[in-house]
C-alpha cells in the first residue's frame, strides 16, 4: 500500500549536487511532509517525483508508475501544486477551472471543488483580482480537478497571513479525508505538526531525519530541524 517510493535519488546541476543519495516511502492515505530550509533540495525532489525533472540517479515509483516513462498514465493520477505556479491575470476562476478539466478523461465536478474551496463567490473573478489565500485555494482546485489519487503541494501557504493558513489546514484535512495521498513540502514547522502524519527533513541534499512529528520532536519538532540543518551554510 505505498503510494510514492523514492530510492537512493541523486539530482546534481553542473557542480551543485541538490539532492544526494536520499529514499523514503509515501503509504496510501498519508500525509508526508518533506521539510528543509531554502536550497535543501525539497523543490528537486518533488520535481523528480512529479517527472517535471530527470534523475541522474536513483528509482522513483509514483502509484507503481515511472515519473518519466508513464507521464501520460500518472497525469490522471497524479495532482501537482507547485510553488512558483501562476496563471494569466485575466482568466477567470470558472475559466481556469474549465481549461484545466479539459485535460482530463473524467475531470472532478467543477462546482462541488470551488465549493468545497471557499471559491464559488469567486468563479467570475479574475485571477489578479483574487487574494494571496484565494489563489492558493484556487492553485489546489487545479490540482485536484483530475480526482487524483496522489497530490503534491509545494510551500502550500508561504506568504499568507496566520487566518489563511489556518483556513488552507482544514482544507488539506478535507483533502485527505477523501482518500487522497498528500506530499506536502513546507518549512513551517507548525504546518508540519498539525498537519503531517509523518515528515522527513532535508540538509543540503541530505536526508537527515524521517519519523512522526512526535518522534522528532526534541522537545519541539522545530528544535529538532534546528539543531539539523543550522550552521551549515
Known amino acids: 500500500m505505498t503510494a510514492i517510493e523514492v530510492e537512493r535519488l541523486r539530482k546534481q546541476y553542473g557542480a551543485k549536487v541538490a539532492v544526494d543519495d536520499v529514499s523514503f516511502t509515501v503509504a496510501e492515505g498519508e500525509i508526508f511532509g518533506l521539510l528543509g530550509r ?5 523543490s528537486s ?3 523528480c ?7 541522474d540517479h536513483g528509482r522513483i515509483r509514483v502509484a507503481g508508475l515511472d515519473p518519466r516513462r508513464d507521464r501520460r498514465e500518472l497525469r490522471h493520477l497524479l495532482g501537482v501544486q507547485l510553488q512558483e505556479s501562476a496563471l494569466p491575470g485575466k482568466l477567470t476562476v470558472a475559466e481556469a477551472m474549465r481549461l484545466y478539466a479539459s485535460f482530463y478523461r473524467s475531470p472532478a465536478d467543477i462546482a462541488g471543488l470551488l465549493d468545497m474551496l471557499d471559491l464559488t463567490e469567486k468563479r467570475n473573478t479574475r485571477y489578479r483580482a483574487l487574494s494571496g489565500g484565494q489563489k492558493q485555494r484556487l492553485s489546489i482546485a487545479l490540482a485536484l480537478i483530475g480526482r487524483p489519487r496522489i ?3 509545494d510551500e502550500l501557504t508561504t506568504g499568507l497571513d496566520p487566518v489563511a493558513r489556518r483556513d488552507t489546514w482544514e482544507f488539506v484535512d478535507n483533502i485527505r479525508n477523501q482518500g ?3 506530499m506536502l513540502v513546507t518549512h513551517f514547522m507548525t504546518e508540519a505538526e498539525r498537519l503531517c502524519d509523518r515528515v522527513a527533513i532535508l540538509d543540503r541534499g541530505r536526508l537527515a531525519a524521517i519519523g512522526t512529528p512526535a518522534q522528532l520532536a526534541r522537545p519541539t519538532l522545530e528544535d529538532t530541524f534546528v539543531a539539523l540543518t543550522a550552521g551549515r551554510r
Open 180 to 182: 487522497v495521498t498528500i
Open 38 to 42: 531554502n536550497g535543501a533540495g525539497k
Open 45 to 47: 525532489t518533488v520535481d
Open 151 to 153: 497530490a503534491i503541494l
Open 49 to 55: 517525483v512529479a517527472g517535471l525533472r530527470v534523475p
